[in-house]
């Protein structure tokens, strides 16, 4: 292959081999390097990107806002009045705002960038002759792709194979109903909808599997071509962040009528110097407004997503952040995020005998045992034709590297591979497929799998042409289909179905997955596989218990979740005994109860809702019974969390207040129906990730409860001094630095503080809980008032002293930045003791806030050129003891109140809880 041939025109409209001639490629798929020439000439399979916005443009957007608007004004006014030191001091906070929004919105960005390339969609195709998995971006025209329900279409392929396959092509032909696929040409004007040998990027495959050959790749799609879908970056804005940006408007707006009010008063009244007047009126604007608020609050969610992802929790959208916050009840699945989804076969149950499995996970060696314990022989007949059924009725290969052997395909049907080469060729270890383990046989016909009928079917011949019919399934529809059974010396014999049912429950009591295995002999002749050829015609040859075995790491995290008040809830599609038996091992509460699909048929929705709570084991759900559960918990005014990997998922998902999806064996349709993608699937990423929500969470009312008590005690100080007639204990000059140096600095080191201790032993927050409490607004107004009394008292005690005015503003300053910070220090334990060791420990990003802001402030206070520019004086060693000391005595005072709040509210609780 030396040219890239070019795309068909009318792929729908030829023959699949015409196509398949057309690109150059057969059913091996292409090689390496010839993917990689034609990659060169069509480029990665995606559709362009936005362009990202000019650089300038993004930095001056960031001037678009009220509060810059007024200190541009200002800045105008002070130049024009001749106070340059003034204009360049407002100048240096406007700049400074404008740049620390351009740098976190570019960080920001990168990382919303980094998550897409974790979400990006996956293939199954061939190169090399051989089944790989690769990015879908790698595709390029004349791949062969492997397809299957619930995947994401990830190119535009036409079909070669098609078994039972339906698509959803909503999103390009508006039709809601699924679309049935083959393989015959149409015509070449058929309407979009009709042409049935194609697939298209970015449908959703609804059932059954096939194979196609990519047809058009990334802007030459379908959907490139019709929809454009223009990429963008998606804005970090939720709904808690839209409300304080409002709340933070209508604040600014309130500021500056008090402000004019204020300006009007001290002109015509006081009959202060407009220009004196005119600073100090700048200086509580810029004190009182909390412009950096709903910055900070977007960068600690930013903040949130990235320890989320640390933690194998990527956040697709953000208000999620929030949502994990308040989770009361988790719906998890159970195979793969309970358990460790690495099937082992661990039974085999046959007429006459038991027998033990040993191994790890697909490893394909390891030992067949008998009922006592001893090695089984596995040229037994019966072990052979279990082994043939569980080998040749699979789609699944092995594959080993560096961490092990690994199923590529279903867990149960790499387990049975590993089954079968256990029995056939112990000694080898190399075994890795169903043609390496039985040599020779072919594969003439399929039924593939279907949650509908619950079985899979093949139609295999051996290397002398017979043909033999393997079945493997659910033991329920297995068992339906046959008509006897292989007998202990190898005939057959009518079939007893209590007996076997009794085998079930017993093996599925042991937390097994039980699947049947059966099979018939089938003429030479015989071509195509049908239903038919299986009702009431097999002979059930025996029962597999496999084993998925908990993740350690989820028992604990189980344990987590209920020490923290919120319930965990198994909804599964397996065998009522199994789901019980597995509750029980990672620690479900109420294991006695189990409520199977049936069960819930029977229910009206009032019923449901009462039982719902109490009931933690749903087995044999349906998506339906699926969505039933959510909305029912949803009606108690529980906040849900719940998890899918199949397309049948996304309902239930989509319902759900927080959708989280399985990264790994999750369907590309339930990712995209999810807030949250589980990168490990595994159940104690979502404790993780709760612990992560509740941590956001907190870090956010830390920011806005240490801002906004911090930012009235400043615009208070300048009240009081302004409707007295006296001087102000600080200078609008010396306001403007604290806000440039301690709210880019201290507030923005809340965003980074870890977990409090005790944070996963907290219930959940209600889950329509306000943000601004009452007890927020207490603090606020408690705070505020003790920052005006110990700023004026320092400021009194200076004057008092004989201190000029310009060192009583300097230790006005200073006192104000030392309560500041020890402000920083108590709001750092919302729900503990602040005065510990812990606690005064801190953080690195405290420490460096904190040493950063006390370098800036004896700047300001002793370095000769910035005591010019601010108005400051040296201030002398032991008023600089009693600054820090009245800090100290500050912060034992909030301290003494949370601690009293507390105890009061503990001993509240009690009551609560006294019998009555």
Known sequence: ?????????????????????????????????????????????????????????????????????????????????????????????????????????????????????????????????????????????????????????????????????????????????????????????????????????????????????????????????????????????????????????????????????????????????????????????????????????TITLAVGVQAMARRNAIVRRLPAIETLGAVSVIC????????????????????????????????????????????????????????????????????????????????????????????????????????????????????????????????????????????????????????????????????????????????????????????????????????????????????????????????????????????????TGDHAATARAIAAKIGLRNTGRVLTGNDLEAMDDAALAETVVETDIFARTSPEHKLRLVTALQSRGLTVAMTGDGVNDAPALKRADAGIAMGQKGSEATKQAAEIVLADDNFASIAAAVREGRTVYDNIKKVISWTLPTNGGEAMTVILALALGMSLPITAVQILWINLVTAVTLGLALAFEPPEPGTMRRPPRPRHAPLLSGTLVWQVLFVSALFVAAVFGIYAYAIDKGHPLELAQTMALNMLVVLEIAYLFYIRNLHGASLNWQAVRGTPVIWTCVITVTAAQFAVTYVPLLQTVFGTRSVPLSDGMLIVGLGAVFLALIEIEKQMRLAFRASGDEDDRAPR
Request: hydrophobic share 45%; net charge negative; proline share 5%.
């Open 1 to 297: 292959m030396t040219d890239t041939p070019a795309l068909p025109t009318d792929p729908h409209a030829s023959a699949a081999q015409d196509v398949l001639r057309a690109l150059a490629t057969d059913d091996s798929g292409l090689t390496t390097q010839e993917a990689e020439r034609r990659r060169a000439s069509h480029g990665p399979n995606r559709l362009p990107r936005a362009a990202r916005r000019n650089p300038v443009l993004r930095f001056l957007a960031h001037f678009h806002n009220v509060l810059i608007y007024v200190l541009l004004g200002a800045a105008l006014v002070t130049a024009t009045l001749g106070h340059w030191i003034d204009t360049g001091v407002i100048l240096a906070v406007v700049i400074a705002n404008a740049v620390i929004g351009f740098v976190q919105e570019g960080r920001a960005e990168q990382a919303m960038e980094a998550i897409d390339r974790m979400l990006a969609p996956r293939a199954t195709l061939r190169r090399d002759g051989h089944r790989v998995t690769l990015d879908a971006a790698e595709l390029v025209p004349g791949d062969i792709v492997q397809i299957e329900a619930g995947d994401l279409v990830p190119a535009d392929l036409r079909l070669i194979e098609a078994r039972s396959l339906t698509a959803e092509e909503a999103i390009l032909t508006g039709e809601s109903m699924p679309v049935e696929k083959n393989t015959a040409p149409v015509a070449q004007n058929a309407a979009l909808g009709d042409r049935h040998p194609m697939l298209f990027s970015g449908t959703l495959v609804t059932t059954g599997t096939g194979r196609g050959v990519v047809t058009a790749t990334g802007s030459e799609t379908e959907i490139g071509r019709i929809s454009g879908m223009i990429a963008r970056v998606e804005t970090l804005t939720t709904p808690l962040v839209a409300q304080m940006d409002l709340f933070a408007r209508w604040l600014t707006v309130f500021i500056l009528v008090v402000a004019a009010l204020l300006l009007t008063y001290g002109y015509f009244i006081g009959h202060m110097p407009f220009a004196d007047l005119f600073m100090i009126v700048v200086g509580l604007s810029v004190a009182a407004i909390p412009e950096g608020l709903p910055a900070v609050l």
């Open 332 to 571: 998890s699945d159970k195979t793969g995020t309970l358990t460790r989804n690495e099937m082992m076969a661990a039974r085999i149950v046959t007429a006459g005998h038991d027998y033990g499995i040993d191994g790890t996970g697909y490893d394909p060696s390891g030992t067949i045992r008998t009922d006592d314990g001893t090695e089984a022989d596995t040229a037994d007949p019966r072990l052979a034709e279990c082994a043939r059924v569980a080998g040749l009725c699979n789609d699944a290969v092995l594959k080993r590297s560096d961490t092990g052997w690994h199923s590529q395909g279903d867990p149960m049907e790499g387990a049975l591979i590993a089954l079968a080469a256990k029995i056939t060729q112990p000694a080898r270890t190399d075994i890795h497929s169903a043609e390496a383990t039985f040599n020779g046989w072919g594969r003439a016909d399929a039924i593939p799998f279907d949650a509908a009928h619950r079985y899979m079917a093949t139609l295999d011949r051996t290397p002398e042409g017979t043909a033999h019919i393997h079945v493997k399934g659910a033991p329920e529809a297995v068992l339906a289909l046959c008509a006897n059974q292989r007998s202990a010396d190898g005939t057959t014999e009518p079939l007893d179905p209590a007996w076997w049912h009794d085998r079930v429950e017993t093996l599925a009591a042991d937390g097994q997955r039980v699947l049947a295995l059966a099979t018939r002999t089938a003429p030479a002749d015989h071509s195509g596989l049908r239903h038919a050829d299986l009702d009431g015609r097999l002979t059930l040859v025996g029962l597999v218990g496999l084993i998925d075995p908990p993740r350690p790491e989820a028992i604990a995290a189980v344990a987590d979740c209920h020490a923290a008040g919120i319930r965990v809830k198994m909804i």
